[in-house]
């Protein structure tokens, strides 16, 4: 499942050029990856309530396009790839023209009290059932 967030950009978020901070990518992109978690029926806080931890790994960030002041965005989230102990998300920015603006991939590990841990099998066979098909398409490449 494809999930997204919608988000106006504020004066607050931009550099010296009106643009989007590049700082303020990875907060938008934490923001859109709860949003959907929360629609997984899977929040951080009910993670937190079985122990259990989500940590990147690792980030691929690709900018694209400048995103300006007061431009509503849309970050589209999902994830292709998955085991009991790591995940592939895929993050997309697009600007209100539908445009793309910036692509991130990031693999995530899943913990237990700090340590790498595999997931329960509920909470496994939950992610599941949102995951996407693998794709190694990037239209814009």
């Not at 999930?3 to 923001?31: P, S, W």
């Not at 965005?73 to 790591?86: A, E, G, H, N, P």
């Not at 009290?113 to 693998?134: I, T």
């Amino acid at each position: 499942m494809i999930f997204e967030f919608r988000k106006r950009i504020y004066g607050y978020e931009c550099d010296v050029y009106g643009h989007l901070n590049n700082a303020n990518y990875l907060q938008i992109l934490e923001c859109a990856r709860s949003e959907a978690m929360l629609e997984m029926d899977m929040s951080i806080t009910r993670m937190r309530e079985r122990n259990l931890q989500i940590f990147i790994r690792s980030f691929s960030l690709d900018y694209r396009k400048a995103i300006d002041l007061e431009e509503v965005i849309i970050v589209r989230s999902w994830y292709d790839k998955l085991t009991r102990v790591k995940g592939h998300w895929i993050q997309e920015i697009l600007n209100s023209r539908q445009e793309l603006c910036f692509r991130a991939e990031m693999i995530v590990v899943f913990a237990s009290e700090g340590r790498s841990q595999r997931l329960p099998q509920d909470v496994y066979e939950l992610f599941l059932s949102y995951k996407e098909p693998a794709s190694d398409a990037d239209p814009e490449r």
